[in-house]
């Protein structure tokens, strides 16, 4: 049956969201949400209960003539009955189980005098799913495209004024009319106190001495690096920061992100920082982000002498020239990349700090986990979120009801249409990396209920049922999201029994490749690519290749900069671009991240805090000020520049681009030193895209597949463009001598690509197309047990598919099989 259930307090809105929970999780059947009576019976103390539409039970045992005695036991037990307009159940005639109007209105008086007899509050209610008479189509057209069916097709379910309801119910008299519509709805909203539906405040869990933990381990770092008698640049900045940091309430934010960040690294998987959570020192100190927001310094590994460049003249520690300690005579340590903490807390220190965090995509699921047991899982939810219809989908939908209805709308219509049904709720799902952490002096229910998401109990993930955003600021949600990097880097490690992290961030063979292919020892002109950066992340792609042609780098710090302009909204293109090409500032001088302007107006003589309130405007896209216009002109800023922050629409962070940076150099490195094992993690990584019966057949091959994508345009498909990438690559890998073996039945993995011992790299079985992850990996597992006598065995022993072995066969898998498991003798 139908009910309505309403909370009368703030306690009622907690056992509502706890019933709504029962009813998307343990009760769900077949996706649908449904909730037995004495699940709701145990919890509506602080509920009114309603006997809601038509489909009532009390309405349907009514419309069925069952016996007066069983219709009271109904109604006993509701708090008030409803009951509905007839023409809001016109379903009921067309289906014919009433004759007409007449025979509702009897059913609705029947309804009224028993439930009077009972001494029911009754309640008369519009039933409304909408707001307008003329919102009824769009619903007719949601309905058929997402249910796939139209229920209840002529219900007139809109939102009726108190006068219409009057006339409504009017044949059941004037005085009973006025009591249904206006008296009793009265009496029960009276019944409900103010409640929130969800509470104000900050709600964050609490970690036992996590304020004390964050200052020893943030003191201990920085005491191990540069002597227990910090430089003063470092203890004060350290210092403003934890101060901010825990008079606000966060240390245990940074807690629970060095926890997750030092049980992956401890499972040997790196962790990339996002966001702006490398501008802090604290995050640097407490092993939350290997990006250190110091300026350019040197740091002596042996007697921790220490110099800092304080004048702006390099832009990260790793560009300065190679020094030895003047004390000790050890090779100095460089680093430092210059990033004011602002940007992460705000100018007075006290902004919520927002730590997203990138895993590696196969670790991703033991990060949650390991969140779970740190919380307990009862307080550790996945973010929801509500899946809307966008704009071209509520396109197809319209064309979708025009032909199963055989109607036709006009193009102006069509366009009404459109607008009112985009932005509706489709579905239900999951961020790709939120969750949300519920304290312990909390539960789930006083902020949300929880559900599958889209309602499948197969997924085996809680999430909040509200999205996420509706409760975000009241408890903590965590990024722990997946991501590419740090898997790529954990399988190059793998493959050379290496460490990343030692990688010198000033190679200078490395840093050559992004400037040309000279360090690759080879031309790609044939595939018009200049740059050696094919493959690798952030660096790869056309359009950044373009401005690494533009602007030459020779630094970290430039290449940092181009992370940020190609990040970036009117940054770059119609902007910086401009101002390069035509000489009148450098790489060097253009705005690039957020926080090269207030570095740089701070070096012209700006106070800080009002380089602050010009970057914060500038990164939002509210240009400047004729305040701030003329305190920069006061300080000679050029008239360029200043035209510059005038067209910006978005600013990229540059503690993000330089942990992005350091990541894309550590893989180029290992592109010039360890190529084998580069190609080989590149394209497991993309082995989706890769199609071994083109790239095995060598670099015509693919040089002539290449062309032929090329020549389709943007009309080129979305798996054209993912192929096309992966046949530059694999042409580049030729190029440099490298060999591709055939996917061998004996050699390959299923998923990964493999190093042989002459050099050479052996594709895995999900190289072939048509092979999917089932498949592949039984096909590994069968092979690992001993060889096939036959095709036939193969076939019976890894359940291979017609299409799969015909698949393998062309790529010449199978030659050394015979078709069956009969020998044939010849006399």
Not at 596 to 601: C, E, G, K, R, V
Not at 788 to 805: L, M, N, P, Q, Y
Request: with cysteine; net charge negative; glycine share 6%.
């Amino acid at each position: 049956t139908n009910i309505v259930v309403l909370a009368k307090n703030q306690q009622g809105i907690k056992d509502l969201y706890k019933l709504v929970s029962l009813s998307h999780t343990k009760y769900l059947s077949n996706s649908k949400p449904i909730l037995p009576k004495s699940e709701l019976k145990k919890l509506r103390e602080n509920l009114i209960v309603g006997s809601g539409f038509f489909e009532s039970d009390i309405f349907s045992a009514i419309l069925n003539n069952n016996p007066i005695k069983e219709i009271e036991n109904l109604i006993d037990f509701y708090d008030y009955i409803e009951l509905n307009p007839v023409n809001a159940m016109c379903s009921l005639i067309l289906e014919e189980r009433v004759k007409d109007f007449e025979e509702l209105k009897t059913i609705n008086k029947k309804i009224f005098e028993i439930s009077n007899s009972k001494n029911k509050i009754i309640i008369a209610s519009s039933n409304s799913h909408y707001l307008d008479e003329k919102e009824q189509l769009y619903r007719k057209i949601l309905k058929i495209a997402i249910k796939k069916r139209d229920e209840n097709p002529n219900n007139e379910l809109y939102f009726r004024t108190t006068t219409q309801m009057l006339d409504e119910f009017s044949y059941l008299g004037e005085d009973i009319a006025r009591k249904i519509v206006i008296e009793n709805t009265n009496k029960i909203a009276d019944m409900i106190e103010d409640v929130i539906p969800v509470p104000d405040g900050t709600f964050p869990p609490i970690i036992e001495g996590s304020d004390e933990e964050l200052r020893s381990m943030c003191h201990e770092k920085a005491k191990r690096i540069y002597s227990d008698n910090l430089p003063d640049i470092v203890e004060k900045r350290l210092e403003k920061e934890l101060n901010s940091i825990i008079t606000n309430g966060y240390a245990v934010m940074y807690i629970i992100a060095q926890k997750l960040v030092t049980k992956s690294l401890s499972d040997g998987y790196l962790v990339g920082s996002r966001g702006s959570v490398g501008s802090s020192l604290a995050a640097y100190m407490s092993d939350i982000t290997e990006v250190n927001a110091l300026p350019p310094h040197y740091v002596c590994p042996k007697c921790k002498n220490s110099e800092f460049i304080t004048d702006g003249s390099y832009p990260t520690g790793a560009d300065m020239p190679d020094k030895n300690c003047p004390i000790c005579n050890e090779k100095y340590v460089k680093d430092g990349f210059d990033i004011p903490f602002e940007t992460f807390l705000g100018f007075e220190g006290d902004k919520e700090p927002d730590i997203d965090l990138n895993f590696a995509g196969e670790y991703q699921p033991n990060a949650h986990k390991y969140t779970q047991e740190l919380f307990g899982e009862e307080y550790v939810y996945r973010a929801g979120t509500i899946g809307t219809v966008a704009e071209k989908t509520a396109y197809g939908f319209i064309k979708k009801y025009e032909e199963e209805k055989h109607e036709k709308f006009s193009n102006a219509q069509i366009e009404v249409l459109q607008q009112n049904c985009t932005g509706i709720k489709r579905t239900s799902g999951q961020h790709p990396g939120g969750v949300m952490v519920v304290p312990k002096y909390k539960d789930i229910y006083d902020f949300s209920p929880i559900q599958y998401p889209a309602n499948d109990k197969k997924s085996g993930t809680l999430t909040t049922h509200f999205d996420y955003h509706s409760i975000s600021g009241r408890i903590l949600k965590l990024d722990i999201l997946g991501h590419d990097g740090p898997s790529i880097i954990r399988q190059l490690e793998d493959y050379t029994d290496t460490n990343a992290t030692q990688v010198p961030l000033d190679d200078n063979l490395t840093m050559e490749l992004f400037s040309n292919t000279k360090s690759l020892n080879c031309n790609l002109e044939e595939i018009d690519c200049l740059t050696g950066t094919l493959g690798i992340p952030e660096f790869g792609t056309k359009f950044v290749r373009q401005m690494l042609i533009d602007t030459k780098p020779t630094t970290l710090g430039e290449l940092i900069r181009i992370s940020g302009l190609s990040h970036g909204t009117l940054v770059w293109v119609g902007n910086a671009q401009d101002l390069v090409i035509n000489n009148v500032a450098t790489l060097k001088e253009v705005i690039c991240t957020r926080d090269d302007i207030m570095n740089y107006l701070i070096l012209k003589g700006l106070k800080p805090k009002t380089a602050f309130k010009i970057m914060e405007n500038v990164r939002k896209g509210k240009g400047l000020t004729e305040e701030f216009e003329k305190d920069m002109i006061d300080n000679k800023v050029p008239q360029w520049y200043i035209e510059s922050c005038k067209k910006i629409q978005y600013m990229f962070p540059k503690a993000h681009a330089a942990a992005y940076v350091m990541l894309s150099f550590r893989i180029a490195y290992y592109k010039i030193y360890y190529p084998q094992a580069f190609y080989a993690t590149y394209f497991t990584t993309k082995v989706l895209d890769f199609d071994s019966s083109i790239i095995s057949k060598g670099k015509d091959t693919i040089l002539n597949k290449i062309k032929e994508i090329n020549m389709l345009g943007n009309s080129a498909s979305v798996k054209e463009k993912g192929l096309l990438t992966v046949l530059e690559v694999a042409f580049e890998m030729f190029k440099r001598g490298i060999k591709l073996e055939k996917v061998n039945l004996y050699k390959s993995d299923a998923k990964k690509f493999k190093l042989s011992e002459d050099g050479s790299i052996i594709p895995p079985f999900l190289a072939i197309q048509g092979l999917g992850d089932v498949v592949a990996e039984k096909i590994y597992q069968e092979a690992q047990q001993g060889e096939f006598i036959s095709i036939e065995d193969f076939k019976t022993r890894t359940g291979a598919s017609k299409t799969v072995i015909e698949e393998l066969t062309n790529n010449g898998c199978l030659d050394s099989l015979s078709d069956t498991n009969q020998l044939t003798f010849k006399f």
